[in-house]
């Protein structure tokens, strides 16, 4: 996924860096200010995919990956696109955002970072074939071993996991199960059933 939203959004041009999926608390992602990962005389960045929050709809963990990938981008460029911390991000992470395909909304408490995919980046994945992880963390109520009830270690629950707004529709054939999805509400028949497929 990273290497293909690299090649189609930046050129190819991004350093690759190293995956994670662990505990994000509040928040769907991140990436590392510095490169956080070494292997012999190399070093590189992290971006993070929260574990709690792989079940939500693909295009918005996609989007949340391209949300990192556009901080990389800046951090390479030498652009200063937050602040606080990492928590407010300001107009140059909403310009660079928006001129790949991602729809970025304002909150006055961490600036312009509300992050949703675009119909462009929908039609991208499905002629991607990617599809829901169906899978997560359950963060929630996650007690690690030897921690007690309450909080786990350090005072902070994960993120619960959230369905968000999907831009997408699934429909699903009643007769033999084939699926597909659209950005909008179409009318569709199953060539191999003859059936219309039924929206879920």
Excluded at 6 to 26: A, C, D, H, V
Excluded at 106 to 112: E, F, T
Excluded at 144 to 154: M, T, Y
Aim: charged share 20%; glycine share 10%.
């Amino acid at each position: 996924m990273f290497r293909a939203l690299n090649t189609k959004y930046f050129g190819g041009q991004l350093e690759e860096p190293i995956i994670t999926i662990q505990s994000t608390p509040r928040a769907y992602g991140h990436v590392t200010v510095a490169k956080a990962w070494h292997k012999g005389s190399t070093t590189r960045h992290e971006l993070n995919i929260g574990a709690g929050t792989l079940d939500r709809p693909i295009e918005n963990v996609v989007a949340t990956m391209l949300h990192e990938c556009v901080h990389l981008w800046n951090m390479q460029q030498g652009i200063q696109d937050t602040s606080r911390g990492g928590a407010y991000h300001n107009k140059k992470f909403r310009d660079a955002a928006t001129a790949r395909d991602l729809q970025i909304s304002y909150d006055k408490r961490i600036g312009w970072s509300i992050t949703q995919p675009t119909d462009v980046l929908c039609e991208f994945i499905l002629d991607q074939g990617w599809t829901d992880i169906q899978m997560n963390r359950i963060e929630w109520s996650f007690t690690p071993r030897g921690a007690g009830s309450g909080n786990a270690a350090g005072g902070e629950t994960g993120t619960a996991p959230t369905s968000g707004n999907s831009h997408h529709r699934k429909y699903v054939c009643p007769c033999c199960g084939n699926s597909v999805r659209a950005t909008k509400a179409v009318n569709i028949l199953c060539i191999d059933c003859g059936r219309q497929m039924v929206q879920q």
